[in-house]
Each structure stands twice: as C-alpha cells, then as structure tokens.
C-alpha cells in the first residue's frame, strides 16, 4: 500500500501532509476515513487544492478497491462523551485565556482515555479556539 507521502508529493500538498501526519493517516487507505469538506475550515487551503487533493485520492481509491477492505473503521465515539468533552476542553481554554496552550498540556489536564488526535478534531471544529499551529492553540471567546 502506499504512502501518503509519496501520492502527495511537492511543496503544494505540504499542509495537507502535515494535517495527515497529525490525525494520524499515513497509508492512502486511511483516507477513506478522512473529512475532506473539513479541511478548509482546518488548514489554509484554496478550494482548487482541496479538488487536487479529492480527484488524486478518488482516483487512487479507484484503482485500489483493495483500500476500502483494509481501511481501519473509524470509532463513532457516543455524542454524550463528544459533548462532554467540549465543555471539559472550554473550562480548560477559559481557564488559560491570556495563553497558549499545548496539545501535550491539554492531554494531561483531560487525562486518559481521550487520545490527541481526538481532542484536534474537536478543537478544529470550535469557533472559540484558534489554531496557531498543528499543536498549539489559544482561546478566543465568541462575539
């Protein structure tokens, strides 16, 4: 199976690279699993970019049905949990509203149970958190 990396080649695709690196996708089946429509909301990418990034993923997936049966399921975690850890993350950011936050300092005040990949997702989608980069995060309360 391939790489991701070697599909997406050059500097064009680099945020791209780096948004799969951080949720944790590194074979061209994981991106069975990946929320396209969402990534402009996430990374700084033009909508002629994401169409690049969706036809040379659709293609691939064309001609490698194979990655549809050895995809990994992505887990449904339940709404109540999603919800609760919106709010338990929201106590955290207003807490250290004058600061940067850390992914690693976020993970630990959440404790276990809850990977970082999982919190990311979560953070990306809040319009209360701004991403500085792919670990670092501050708070920015709602107009």
């Known amino acids: 199976m391939d790489e991701i990396k070697e599909i997406y080649s050059g500097d064009i695709f680099s945020t791209f690279i780096e948004y799969c690196e951080l949720h944790n996708y590194k074979q061209m089946r994981d991106l069975v699993n990946c929320r396209f429509d969402d990534l402009p909301k996430v990374i700084k990418i033009t909508p002629r970019r994401l169409r690049s990034i969706k036809s040379i993923c659709y293609v691939y997936l064309k001609k490698h049905p194979e990655c549809f049966k050895e995809a990994k399921p992505q887990k449904e975690s339940p709404k109540e949990n999603v919800e609760d850890l919106k709010d338990r993350l929201l106590v ?41 980069d792919s670990k670092t995060f501050f708070y920015s309360p709602e107009d």
């Open 92 to 132: 955290i950011f207003q807490q250290n509203a004058n600061k940067l936050i850390h992914i690693s300092d976020i993970a630990k005040q959440i404790g276990k149970g809850v990977k970082r990949s999982e919190i990311i997702s979560i953070l990306e989608r809040q319009k209360w958190c701004k991403i500085v």
